[in-house]
């Protein structure tokens, strides 16, 4: 039985929907954001995974259900993941970098491999109470450059004020 089509606009929507409530959780003015890291990095690896689907639509390709952020992306056309990459590295991966210093971490900073350490978020800290020392995300910064390389090519799926 052929699948119904899914529509890339309510996978857009919902993404948006899980990135704003992830922000809203980690927000400064949220006095308990610290407690919320866990769920917040869940809502924001969930957005990210939505995005890449969505992306995934926009370029006429088939999407399945699963949540390994990093095989997802392979999946994009090249060009797409050039731009994403270029946004990536202008925008996060100097922080990455810094935290990296700053903790003695050594995180990944370039964005393919990043997606790999950070690729089952979704399964990780949901169950982190299994192996607290999988919980690794720092793809925070990726949310709004997905969100601005749909509305690159969907520009009327920008919100109206």
Known sequence: ??????????????ACKFA??????????NPNAGYMASPSMVMSA????????????????EIDRTHLLNVLYQKLSRSQRR???????????PKIIQLNQRFGYDHPSDLPNALVTCGQTFRDTRYGYED???????????????????IAIRPEWTPKR
């Open 46 to 61: 969930f957005a990210i995974e939505l995005f890449l689907k969505c992306l995934l639509l926009l370029e006429g390709k």
């Open 1 to 14: 039985m052929k699948r119904k089509p899914i529509d890339p606009k309510s996978v857009f929507d919902l």
């Open 132 to 150: 607290p020392d999988r919980q690794v995300f720092y793809l925070g910064e990726l949310p709004p450059i997905l969100w601005r390389a749909i």
């Open 20 to 29: 704003a409530a992830e922000q809203h959780l980690r927000h400064k003015s």
């Open 83 to 93: 731009r994403i990459e270029k946004s990536w590295d202008k925008e996060a991966r």
